[in-house]
């Protein structure tokens, strides 16, 4: 599976984590991404959901550990 993205990871070794949320995700909003990994063909629409389902989920999961931390 080529990875085309221009973004960076801050913690390489979240790459494996960070694909398997976005798997879960698409299933959670009933997309299918196709096996080969080439999400080219599918909407803008789509990719952006599971974008922004994966944004807000990563947000959640850091307000969790800031509040752990300060309690």
Known sequence: M???SSNNLVVTKA????EQM???IAQELG???PQD???GNMTSYENGSIGG????RLV???EQQLAGQFS
């Open 2 to 4: 080529a990875n085309n």
């Open 15 to 18: 790459t494996g984590a960070l």
């Open 22 to 24: 976005k798997y879960e």
């Open 31 to 33: 997309i299918s991404i």
């Open 37 to 39: 990994g080439y999400q």
């Open 53 to 56: 389902y994966i944004t807000k």
């Open 60 to 62: 959640t999961l850091a």
